[in-house]
């Protein structure tokens, strides 16, 4: 039983990685984006996109080499994911609405992650 529950830990780690790498690629796609039309009201989901894009980055890393810490910045980068997304659903450009829908799985996953 308990060989399965950290074969069940290992893939959900696996699984998170991949969810928080992906995540990390489109919020910066979405940024930079959003940089090109420079408008005013895309600011906020410029700072929203960069800081998910680091820390889903940050938190891949540190479920990669079996951080101590990483627990608790799963519930800080879901969390952070969460405002993203609700930010970039706001507008109708593709790399915001991509970014959306990418980060989605990946609030689950790191939800599931936290400490």
Known sequence: MAIQQLHQQDSEMSECIDNCSEAAQAAEMCADACIQE???????????CRDVADLTAMHARFMSRDSAFHGELAAVCADACEACREECKQFDMDECQTC????EPCIESCRSMAA
């Open 38 to 48: 420079a408008s005013e009201e895309m600011s906020e989901c410029i700072r929203l």
């Open 100 to 103: 959306a829908a990418v980060l």
